[in-house]
């Protein structure tokens, strides 16, 4: 009995090493020797003046603003870094209960598509506007995956101020790529769809995949002074899937850099049919060239119908505009504006170095990093060294354009960033590690595991001219045993590693609302001396404004009934209302008089089917009521705003259908003082 | 009175100027949920403060005690002070002109009588102001009052309260003693002048 115990123990470590080796090798035939730690070891990891470097004491603030995209919840966390604090969420493509976002009257036309309002949408990747090639702190751009939206945050009041749906595309996951100066906001569909060319997709055979599907990639110009978006033209690509792009920098400044995979043109069981190929492409597209031609007359044109909302900043409200046309360019009639660079096998991330020269792509099934040199590709342009042609698209030869490659990285590349001192760092999602190697010479030079299986990894401008090399953020999709359980639904998590000095050291480890693909971060001096303290209430245009407790009314038109409502701390004027009845359809506009900082208030009425609102100072928000029985509903302000918030609060009554309850409204009883302020002037 | 003098008081009757460009008063206050500070500017001719809405954030702080709100209309002073302050400086002028000594003596002892005249009336307003509170205030403490201090420091409730004096008050101050130097210093020089004169003196 017991040599048979010692056989299980002697053969348990081998079997599992084997069954280790036999999951690596289906990936990479090659398997690091120095494993380094083992998973878990965490003090070890950990450096020890690691809580030091991220203590940012009670009163203090962060160093760096961090924007995490939340994936599948639609929304940006903003956490300070090096701390991790969370500081806020901002919702985007998903209603947010919390505020109001997508429920009250003024947002619900910023979720608007072609497809109806779509109220959720999984966001990828956050991308901070650019100035000369780095961070301005403008504003962030982000991407809708499911139905193809980019949207834009204004970073002065960290609300989402602009959506607009990308027609001819699928799965908006190749987005959204601003180039050096927010010329363009680029934008590829990862899903190849049969374009109809009348602005849908096709009524197609799915077996006709290799002939009727083509992908799009967009070209959004921004406007310079306001952050204003536009689609000008797409560029018609093969039907290949469009993973992940990136723009040049320097000398490669005019071009913007694709992975795409499937170049099978496979249509069902992607996990194989498009995993054959031994090489997939990097597609290099000429954004200068195309707005070239798309000047000198090489557009064509043909009817969409997609949607771009817009908020306006003196009315609080969004608007939504329906757009009927789209011009689109066709690379095989625009010679030079495209190539194709051969990429070993399902490409994932593509990232240019600071300097513009080195085009890293991690391929994820890849057992080596390919690093293309810019140089050399344009070289192979010129000497047309070309390996044939895709859909009229030269083909570049993979050994005129590669620098080389790194060798025995790690499993599972996916991502890198740079440091500005001539790192780059590639986060390796199968074996679960971020991995430090030498542009120059592709060698590498340290490793750190990280817990489990990153994705993106970020350093603070580590995708532009300037990175901000002390911080590198590593986001993993698996927690497992990291945090106290809290169910079968675990958190993912950020850990932020010292990258300062020649070995990175882990210094934090903190969870994260719903799942982080990227993320950006700055400086917080760019972004916080321009943050919004309140609105002034004389620049409030919203039709629905009181901006003074005398302009508060309630109005009846026909079975609508409106209510221009005023709150300041702590009443609302009006706070009693009789007349409403029975399938009314009551507006609460709700104007918050307060003109100071931090002092919102909420509002909520009993039974409403929406959520409440949440009004800045100086802004006015709409809730919708209709109320269905008759009786007495009280009415408050949600947000905690002053020693008598308890007391803010108020009613309304609802009469049966055709009652001859007249509208009458109130706030106090007469000859006596209502005790605050009466007006604002 | 010399040229000097009459220089002396016409910077005497400019200073008053100051009161136009800055301030006479400040009011700060600072609590846990301010810690940017409030700060209540009180002018010759307005009431403004360290942002746009601060009258209208010290009302609503101040409306939980009762206090009356405070508007700037309420206050005949702001209306009528800004003429005043423009006869003193006019009449400053043609003291100067004229250039009799005297009146430049009255001229001091005028300004600085409306300088006291003002600081009470101010202290008063201070006083209706903490005192005159509402029955119906949410926020009674028995015994309290809510008088901020005229000069200096004190606390009320969650309040620090700090009142000082402000450039525009220099105005007055640097107004009062150009124009007691040109008083004096003409009166020096006359009385010199007497004691150079040879006195013939009957034997």
Known sequence: ?681 | MKAIHRVLMIVAALSLGLLFMFPMWKIYLKAPQYPEGLEMHIWVNKISGSSESVLQNFNILNHYIGMEPIHAESFAELKFMPYIVIAFMITGVLVALIGKRNLAGIWAGLLMGAGAAGILDFYLWLVRFGTNLSPEAPIKVPGMTYIPPLLGHKTLLNFEALSLPALGSAGIFLAIVFSILAFYLSYRSAKKKTIETPVHLAA
Request: aromatic letters at 8%.
């Open chain 1, 1 to 681: 009995m017991e040599t048979l115990i010692n056989k299980l123990r002697t053969a348990a470590p081998k079997a599992a090493m084997l069954m280790a080796i036999a999951a690596g090798s289906a990936l990479q035939s090659c398997t690091k020797s120095d494993g380094g730690n083992a998973g878990g070891a965490t003090a070890e990891a950990l450096s020890s003046d690691a809580a030091s470097k991220v203590y940012v004491a009670p009163g203090k603030h962060d160093e760096l603003y961090s924007f995490l995209s939340g994936g599948f919840n639609g929304q940006v966390s903003v956490y300070g870094l090096p701390s991790g604090r969370l500081l806020k969420i901002i919702p985007v493509f998903s209603q947010h209960a919390e505020n109001g976002y997508g429920y009250n009257e003024e947002t619900k036309a910023m979720l608007q598509t072609s497809h109806g309002f779509v109220p959720w949408d999984d966001l990828h990747h956050p991308k901070l506007s650019r100035a000369n090639g780095t961070t301005d702190g403008r504003w962030l751009f982000v991407n809708g995956n499911n139905t193809p939206r980019v949207a834009r945050i204004d970073l002065k009041t960290f609300e989402t101020v602009e959506i607009m749906e990308i027609p001819n595309s699928a799965g908006n996951h190749c987005s959204p790529y601003p180039t050096n100066n927010n010329e363009y906001v680029i934008a590829g569909t990862r899903f190849s769809v049969p374009l109809d060319m009348k602005g849908s997709t096709g009524d197609v055979a799915l077996d006709k995949y290799e002939e009727e599907f083509r992908g799009s990639i967009s070209f959004i110009k921004v406007d310079k002074e306001n952050g204003d978006m536009d689609l000008d033209f797409q560029v018609l690509v093969p039907g290949f899937d469009y993973d992940l792009a990136n723009g040049g920098k320097g000398p490669s400044e005019d071009w913007v850099f694709f992975t795409t995979y499937n170049s099978e043109k496979s249509g069902t069981l992607k996990e194989i049919g498009a995993s054959q190929n031994d090489k997939d492409y990097l597609a290099a597209i000429n954004w200068k060239l195309a707005a070239k031609y798309a000047k000198e007359g090489k557009l064509h044109e043909m009817p969409a119908n997609y949607y771009h909302n817009k908020l306006d900043k003196n009315t609080h409200t969004a608007k939504s505009t329906v757009k009927k046309k789209v011009r689109y360019l066709l690379p095989e009639e625009c010679p030079g504006m495209m190539y194709l660079l051969p990429a070993p096998k399902s490409p994932h991330g593509i990232d240019v170095d600071p300097s513009g020269e080195f085009m890293v792509v991690s391929g994820k099934l890849a057992s080596a990093i390919p690093v293309f040199s810019f140089a050399k590709m344009q070289d192979a342009i010129k000497n047309k060294k070309f390996d044939g042609e895709k859909n009229g698209i030269p083909v570049l030869k993979y050994e005129s354009v590669l620098k080389g490659e790194v060798k025995e990285p790690g499993l599972g590349p996916l991502h890198t960033e740079f440091d500005g001192k001539g790192n780059a760092y590639t986060s390796m999602f199968v074996s679960s590690e971020v991995v430090k190697w030498k542009l120059n010479e592709l060698k590498v030079v340290d490793r750190i595991p990280v817990y489990y299986s990153v994705g993106h990894l970020m350093i603070p401008g580590g995708d532009t001219k300037e990175p901000h090399g002390k911080y590198l953020v590593a986001m993993n999709k698996i927690t497992k045993d990291r945090y106290l359980p809290t169910g079968p639904e675990l958190a993912h998590s950020a850990q932020l590693i010292d990258i300062s000095g020649e070995k990175m050291k882990m210094l934090l480890d903190f969870p994260t609302v719903a799942e982080p693909h990227y993320a950006q971060a700055i400086i917080a001096s760019k972004v916080a001396p321009n943050s919004v303290k309140f609105h002034k209430l004389d620049e409030n245009k919203h039709p629905g404004a009181a901006k003074k407790e005398s302009e508060a009314n309630v109005t009846r038109k026909g079975n609508k009934v409106i209510v221009k409502m005023t709150s300041i701390r702590s009443h609302f004027t009006p706070d009693n209302i009789e007349g409403v009845q029975v399938g009314d359809t009551v507006l609460f506009h709700v104007t918050n008089l307060e003109q100071d900082w931090d002092v919102p208030h909420g509002f909520a009425v009993m039974g409403a089917n929406t959520s409440e609102t949440l009004i800045m100072p100086g802004a006015t928000q709409t809730l919708k009521w209709v109320p269905k029985k008759a009786g007495v509903y009280p009415m408050y302000c949600t947000d905690f705003c002053s020693a008598l918030h308890q007391e803010m609060q108020g009613y309304v009554r609802v009469s049966p259908k055709g009652s001859n309850v007249p509208i009458k409204f109130s706030t106090g009883k007469k000859k006596q003082n209502i005790p605050g302020v009466a007006s604002t002037k």
